[in-house]
């Protein structure tokens, strides 16, 4: 009795070193399949799969503008997902208009996904009511694997660390973290610097998913 309840022990202390170590793949999304998600201001939105088409996933996302995009007042806020890597290819404007995006945090998603994993994007824009470009630097790491409690459940996620860098105005920057839970095919939670780039420039809160829906 003694030996099985040391193995049982064993068991549990190596179960989640070795799901870290592990490398997960993209998911597969269905049409229907839905998250909802609510902030600390009491906000909420839904994300929705409209569509999946040969290589790309078509996704309604609520909650969120891409004013850096070009034509922007053509938005209707359908994004395209790269199949394997889920990294946010293009939107599609009210005509059916391919458009391009520059939300910066469009590959916070890249898989295939483990700890230790690092990225970088650069993209570059002309700001609101400015003349000249200016390039911006992303740079994600997947720091961990934690048991996370939301709303709609408790699951094991990756934790996944986002700087961005405003690389013409003295280094500026700010950071988030999302956490990604394979079982729910996306992330489930985020934490913005409270004082921050985002928190200032985005108004981006701290957030977490309140219940979804997988077909």
């Known amino acids: 009795m003694k030996n099985m309840m040391i193995l049982g022990c064993l068991v549990l202390f190596l179960a989640p070193i070795v799901w870290a170590q592990e490398k997960v793949e993209a998911p597969v999304w269905n049409v229907g399949d839905k998250w909802t998600y609510k902030d600390v201001t009491g906000s909420t939105w839904t994300n ?30 359908l994004y395209a997902f790269d199949k394997k890597t889920m990294n946010v290819k293009f939107l599609i404007g009210e005509s059916g208009k391919r458009l391009k995006s520059r939300i910066r945090p469009g590959k916070i998603l890249n898989f295939p996904m483990f700890v230790g994993k690092k990225w970088t994007d650069t993209n570059t824009k002309i700001p609101i009511g400015g003349s000249s470009e200016v390039t911006y630097l992303s740079e994600f790491k997947i720091e961990s694997v934690e048991t996370v409690t ?35 095919k996306t992330w489930i939670k985020r934490e913005v610097e409270k004082t921050g780039f985002f928190a200032r420039a985005y108004e981006l809160q701290d957030a977490e998913l309140i219940s979804y829906e997988l077909k």
Not at 48 to 70: P, R, T
Not at 152 to 158: E, I, P, Q, T, V
Not at 164 to 181: D, E, I, K, P, Q
């Open 48 to 77: 929705e799969v409209k569509d999946s088409k040969e290589d790309l996933f078509i996704v309604k996302m609520g909650g969120i503008q891409d004013l850096y995009a070009s034509d922007y007042e053509e938005i209707q806020d």
């Open 150 to 184: 939301t709303l709609a459940g408790s699951f094991k996620a990756y934790k996944i660390y986002y700087k961005l860098t405003n690389m013409g105005y003295r280094g500026s920057s700010g950071w988030f973290r999302v956490w990604y839970a394979p079982d729910v």
